[in-house]
């Protein structure tokens, strides 16, 4: 049997008791009326959608249900969503058996995600913080009732250490302290207990850095420089190539780089669009790379005009290039030779920067050859 399994049947196994304890079934009418004007003062004003993950039996789902909140209702045990769908019934609230950390709704569709004694017991519990943010629409909260139970072997996690968490996501978290209302447990309690309402920043706009590649043909040979001194793959060879600077046209971006990294002034007629990529390097920092190509004029040649970046220029033939290029460049040049256009190139964690043929190759097309082999 795995964990994943384990847990399901233990919680189908709980099912039938869980009510039993006073703050989860809500039997008394104290205890109900205590959390139900607790979670009024958590929550924006009905009607707004709640996603309540972990939901057991859903007694809090009821309560934010019969408020007029729209409520989806979440858990991996099916005995227990049993249990929620008789509760809610005819409350127009939904309850669906799934995992708390990918539950099975779309993202940005909540105002509220209420998680009760959930988070404690996840192993990266910083991982479903950022998860169920990207479940809230802009402005969302999260809504996190959590403790440190017992006091020989305590269980849970405290209050500061989940402050801490939410602190990554940005916003404001407001740290609500229950242990000391006993109407909320049905008797008195000495252990830390506590509600979390986190307001995360904004999602931010995605950016990327933009930059410019120089396929510079000489026949069927390629220029590329190999980079020095510049603290980044170092001793690779790479495409002429430089970011756009602020204002910049990508035209205009390969233009100047051109002039300025090998002394060849090309006018604009003289470049060609050939294969934009979307790329991230091995660190998670992204970019988009647009490749122009462009031929040698009779009578140039090109010098190096930024020896502390680069170490030497060569001419490398297109169709046998070399081994020892960045995995990045190196998937520019390969679509090029193949007619492809658009594709993306998302290193993950651990990839090399260099090239490397026996690697998993992370280019992906995202157009068909407009003509089949290579353009040249």
């Known amino acids: 049997m795995t964990t994943d399994t384990a847990g399901r049947q233990f919680w ?10 006073p703050d989860h079934g809500l039997r008394d009418p104290q205890v109900r009326d205590a959390w139900a004007i607790r979670l009024r003062s958590w929550l924006p004003e009905a009607p707004s959608d709640v996603l309540d993950l972990g939901c057991g039996t859903g007694s809090l789902a009821l309560l934010a249900a019969l408020d007029g909140h729209r409520v989806t209702a979440v858990d991996r045990s099916e005995r227990m969503i049993a249990r929620a769908r008789a509760k809610l019934a005819g409350t127009g609230a939904q ?20 998680v009760r004694h959930v988070l404690w017991a996840l192993p990266d519990p910083a991982a479903a913080l950022r998860g169920w943010t990207r479940l809230l629409r802009p402005g969302g909260r999260l809504v996190l009732v959590e403790g440190r139970w017992g006091t020989v072997s305590p269980a849970g996690i405290a209050a500061d250490i989940l402050a801490r968490l939410a602190a990554s996501l940005g916003g404001s978290t407001t740290i609500h302290q229950l242990g000391p209302h006993p109407e909320l447990w049905g008797r008195e309690v000495a252990d830390e207990r506590y509600a979390a309402v986190v307001r995360p920043a904004p999602p931010q706009r995605h950016t990327e850095v933009v930059d410019v590649h120089l396929i510079l043909l000489r026949g069927r040979e390629v220029l590329l420089a190999r980079r020095a001194g510049t603290g980044y793959a170092d001793g690779l060879l790479h495409a002429p190539s430089g970011h756009l600077e602020d204002g910049e046209d990508v035209r205009a971006g390969m233009i100047r780089e051109t002039a300025e990294e090998i002394g060849i002034d090309l006018a604009p007629h003289e470049l060609e669009a050939a294969v934009v990529m979307q790329h991230r390097s091995p660190d998670g920092r992204p970019r988009i790379g647009w490749f122009f190509t462009a031929r040698l004029a009779p009578g140039a040649e090109p010098a190096n005009r930024e020896p502390d970046k680069c170490s030497e220029l060569g001419w490398y033939p297109l169709d046998d290039l070399p081994q ?27 990839d090399l920067i260099a090239y490397d043929a026996a690697g998993v190759d992370r280019a992906v097309p995202l157009a068909a050859p407009v003509v089949p082999g290579s353009p040249i």
Do not use: K, N
Not at 15 to 20: E, G, M, S, T
């Open 12 to 21: 189908d196994d709980e099912a039938d008791r869980f009510d039993d304890e």
């Open 95 to 114: 309850a669906v058996v799934g995992d708390a950390t990918l539950p099975p709704v779309g993202s940005r569709r909540f105002d509220v995600v209420l």
């Open 324 to 350: 020892d290029m960045v995995a990045y460049c190196r998937a520019g040049l390969d679509a090029f030779r193949a007619g492809v256009p658009f594709l993306t190139h998302l290193h993950e964690s651990g």
